[in-house]
């Protein structure tokens, strides 16, 4: 599908421990691997089997249906929080991470989109944007991935899209018990704007939204507000924890069918290096955007807030570098 399993990938800029200095790692793509336990591996096969399936009628670029991109959206939870766990292991935790998370409680949990772009160019291979810069590595909720000519922009996040769909809204006012954030929530807007997300995404890419409710404090409160006519049209009566999958292209927004269609499949645009730049450009402007978008240091002790202050500088340090080098590039 993608080419040898045992081909060299490459993954840069990687931390070396042994040296002290940014490298270029190189290493087949079967030696990517990292521990898991036994639990989450039989629990995530099925959900691997049937994305590959998914993604395999994509690169077809054949008709999906609502069922097959909500498979793609689970497994691509799977894979951004994976390539967390994956690059805190690679570069031995150079960040000093202290990691309060499993892949399990990061899968079906928050809103998501996917954005998907295709190349000109249908050369095989993968390439990872965005996953291994501190702010990926701070707050993993964005990544960008290439799989031979089709680019994904994914990103989730508690309310990412619920404000501007109309639904019940909330806005993190202060930490709680690290690391968990207090929200003040809103009441449902009752309309939707768009673009549902604002962001120079391109004319040419297909937008994909499904708003979640796997955490109880999000159920909760579209169980509140269960009467709004937003909360029914995504969510039904009574709520579930899944909303219902809306496609669009920043002027229009539908949902979409059950039947499988085509309506996913964006039109040719960029070649394959214009792709990756783009992905990985608006990627990293929408990390820093959600960053900002927290409570800052509200609620934490001095030490911790200390460490917040030190990691949110070098996070936008380091991402405003790359895309000065990605700006002189193009």
């Known amino acids: 599908m993608t080419g040898t399993s045992n081909r060299l990938a490459t993954f840069a800029p990687v931390w070396n421990s042994a040296e002290g200095k940014l490298d270029v790692l190189r290493i087949p793509f079967t030696k990517f691997e990292f521990p898991a336990c036994k639990k989450c591996n039989e629990r995530f096969s ?33 894979v951004r929080t994976g390539l967390w766990f994956a690059f805190y292991y690679l570069q031995k935790n150079f960040l000093v991470i202290d990691p309060h998370m499993a892949i399990a409680e990061r899968v079906d949990r928050s809103d998501r989109l996917v954005f998907i772009y295709r190349s000109v160019e249908r050369t095989e291979g993968v390439h990872i944007l965005g996953a291994n810069v501190p702010a990926f590595q701070y707050l993993p909720v964005c990544f960008g991935l290439i799989v031979n000519d ?16 109309g639904l019940p809204h909330g806005t993190a006012e202060r930490w709680g018990k690290w690391p968990s954030l207090i929200y003040r ?126 990691q949110s500088r070098l996070a936008a340090a380091v991402a405003r570098d790359m895309l000065e080098r990605l700006a002189e590039l193009e």
């Open 46 to 78: 099925e959900l691997e089997g049937a994305a590959r399936q998914t993604v395999e009628k994509m690169l077809s670029h054949e008709a999906i249906s609502q069922h097959d991109l909500e498979i793609l959206l689970s497994w691509l939870d799977k």
């Open 150 to 165: 089709l680019g994904f922009l994914n990103a989730s996040t508690d309310f990412l899209l619920a404000r501007r769909l």
């Open 185 to 310: 929530v809103e009441p449902p807007r009752e309309r939707v704007m768009l673009p549902v997300l604002r962001g120079n995404w391109g004319d040419q890419c297909t937008r994909v939204y499904q708003p979640m409710a796997g955490r109880e404090m999000v159920l909760r409160h579209l169980e509140k507000y269960g009467a709004s006519p937003a909360v029914l049209a995504i969510f039904g009566t009574p709520p579930t924890a899944r909303g219902k999958v809306l496609i669009g292209n920043g002027k229009k927004l539908w949902e979409y069918g059950e039947h499988a269609t085509t309506d996913w499949l964006p039109p040719a645009d960029l070649n394959k290096q214009r792709m990756a730049n783009h992905i990985f450009r608006e990627c990293t402007k929408l990390q820093l955007q959600i960053a900002k978008q927290g409570p800052g240091t509200k609620g934490l002790s001095h030490g911790r807030k200390e460490i917040v202050r030190a």
